[in-house]
């Protein structure tokens, strides 16, 4: 079955500090990889995807991600944290074949940015 | 740009009481998705359209869940009865193109509550 598994429920990091939201997936085939992040009470938000080509992946707001294909990862990082990074990050992913545009989302990773 | 517009935002119903959801996409996204996003858990594909056809619709429980998107443009989502498990936040979504790498805009969801 394909999924996406995020190991940690809650990562507390320090102002400042850098930060890693960890995603693995299982899926067959290569896929297409995001990272989208959500604030109380709204949508999704589009951080970063990867497609091919370099395996660091740079998005909005200082974030970027790893892609690493031997250990089926992608993990979302950023250099120095700020407090309002606090949010529900999810990591998905997209089949290239048969999933045809369809996001599978991990369980999402709280993130606690504290001063 | 506006964004994918979503109401109500929250509904509170009594269980076996029929609901309906109303989702305005992007201008120009031709493909539209419903997902349902159980609390703690990431979202999940209800339904997704391309333009006035739903094209893949094997998540969508259709003893009680149906939709439709009439003219390609806004969609309707309606649970009819709605029973206690249904207590959500449900999710729209939109992409300009279909089977291809875009990203995917989400609107800030409604949050249904059954009793």
């Known amino acids: 079955a394909q999924s996406v598994a995020q190991p940690e429920d809650q990562v507390n990091v320090a102002e400042g500090n850098p930060l890693t939201v960890k995603c693995t997936y299982s899926?067959?085939?290569?896929?297409?990889l995001f990272w989208y992040v959500q604030y109380p009470n709204r949508g999704l938000q589009f951080l970063l995807k990867?497609?091919?080509?370099?395996?660091l992946v740079k998005g909005s707001y200082g974030f970027e991600a790893e892609f690493n294909k031997s250990q089926t990862s992608f993990h979302l990082k950023k250099p120095s944290a700020l407090v309002s990074d606090s949010a529900l990050y999810f990591c998905?992913?997209?089949?290239?074949?048969?999933?045809?545009?369809?996001?599978?989302f991990g369980a999402g990773t709280r993130l606690a940015v504290h001063p | 740009e506006a964004g994918v517009v979503q109401s109500p935002r929250y509904k509170i119903i009594e269980k076996k009481q029929p609901v309906a959801f109303w989702c305005n996409p992007i201008?120009?996204?031709?493909?539209l998705y419903w997902y349902r996003q159980n609390l703690g858990q990431g979202p999940e594909l209800l339904i997704r359209?391309?333009?006035?056809?739903?094209?893949?619709d094997s998540q969508l429980p259709k003893d009680r869940f149906s939709a439709e998107r009439l003219k390609g443009v806004d969609s309707t989502l309606k649970i009819q009865p709605a029973e206690l498990g249904d207590s959500a936040v449900y999710l729209c979504?939109?992409?300009?193109?279909?089977?291809?790498?875009?990203?995917?805009?989400f609107g800030p969801g409604t949050r249904l509550t059954v009793l």
């Open positions: 979504a939109s992409s300009p193109v279909a089977g291809s790498f875009n990203e995917q805009f």
């Open positions: 359209y391309e333009n006035e056809e739903a094209v893949d």
């Open positions: 990867y497609i091919t080509g370099d395996n």
């Open positions: 998905a992913v997209r089949p290239i074949s048969g999933g045809y545009n369809k996001l599978i």
């Open positions: 201008s120009g996204h031709n493909t």
């Open positions: 899926v067959s085939g290569n896929p297409y």
